[in-house]
């Protein structure tokens, strides 16, 4: 089982194809962890390296107990990626991973392929978010103050979404299983996150954008201003299926996967 060890002992866990071709290396939405990307491990394969990485606080990953931010995490991607010996990348993330995917790319632009990020933004959440996802997360998640059930539920419906029994339950069935407490560091990160919409203009590769018609996380007014304030050409595509959420790539893997294969055949080698 692969990972990296991280300088303050962080042990950060990936899934990896180890097939030949061009890289592509992704990050999953909070909650999720990188089994999210099972789709995309088995359909783009065949022509390209997919790697997949679990979060601090999530899946596999083993946190040092310190906290952390994205920028820390970005480092843990390109760790990995130096592991493996990989000299340019093409980013990608879903929410959070895009935040981390976002970072990577203004820390090493020399090593940056492109950008396909689904369901994001550069932006902080608002005052109104921020308090919202306290009550969510902290409290009634991490704090326990709700039963499971009660968040796990309306969650995979809203956030997942697609079929309930192939798509949500599986994910249901994890979260009832894990340390709810885990996520504390994780959440932190996550609410106090800083606005990084200014440094967008420095990222020059081309991206691909993409957000479910259903997504309640990010809507297309805020992926069209991510968009907009990135330094290179970016098109943004929206999955338009009548049950595509957030998680649109893991619930509608036969638009999301031609879309990001048909990016990555374009671009500059």
Same mark, same amino acid.
């Given at each position: ?14 899934? /990896? ?12 939405? %909070? ?5 999210? *990307? ?29 906290? %952390?931010? $994205?920028?820390?995490?970005?480092? /843990? ?21 895009? %935040?981390? !995917? ?11 392929? =492109? ?9 902080? $959440? ?6 919202? $996802? ?11 103050? #709700? ?23 599986? *994910? ?14 994780? !959440?932190?990160? @996550? ?8 440094? @967008? =203009? ?12 259903? /997504?309640?996380? %990010? ?8 968009? !907009?304030?990135?330094?290179?050409? !970016? ?20 638009? #999301? ?13």
């Amino acid at each position: 089982m692969p990972f990296v060890t991280t300088d303050d002992g962080t042990k950060v866990h990936y899934l /990896d194809t180890e097939t030949d071709g061009p890289a592509l290396l992704l990050g999953h939405g %909070f909650f999720m962890d990188a089994e999210m *990307w099972e789709p995309q491990l088995d359909g783009l394969a065949e022509r390209y390296r997919v790697i997949a990485v679990d979060a601090r606080g999530h899946g596999r990953t083993e946190d040092s107990g310190k906290a %952390f931010t $994205y920028w820390d995490m970005a480092w /843990d991607s390109w760790r990995i990626a130096d592991e493996l010996g990989l000299d340019r990348v093409v980013l990608g993330g879903l929410s959070q991973g895009g %935040f981390t !995917a976002l970072r990577m790319a203004l820390l090493q632009p020399g090593r940056t392929q =492109g950008l396909v990020l689904i369901g994001t933004t550069g932006a902080a $959440y608002t005052e109104q978010e921020r308090e919202g $996802y306290e009550r969510v997360i902290v409290k009634s998640w991490v704090g326990g103050m #709700v039963p499971i059930d009660d968040i796990a539920l309306p969650m995979a419906a809203v956030m997942i979404g697609g079929d309930r029994e192939r798509h949500q339950r599986p *994910w249901v069935e994890k979260w009832r299983a894990s340390d709810r407490g885990r996520l504390g560091l994780a !959440a932190r990160c @996550l609410i106090d996150r800083e606005d990084i919409s200014g440094m @967008l =203009g420095e990222i020059s590769v081309p991206a691909l954008l993409l957000r479910g018609i259903g /997504d309640q996380a %990010f809507s297309h007014e805020q992926m069209r201003a991510l968009a !907009a304030g990135l330094g290179g050409p !970016a098109r943004l595509e929206t999955i338009s299926a009548d049950t595509a959420a957030h998680i649109c790539n893991l619930t509608h893997p036969e638009l #999301v996967t031609p879309a990001i294969r048909e990016f990555l055949e374009g671009l500059p080698a």
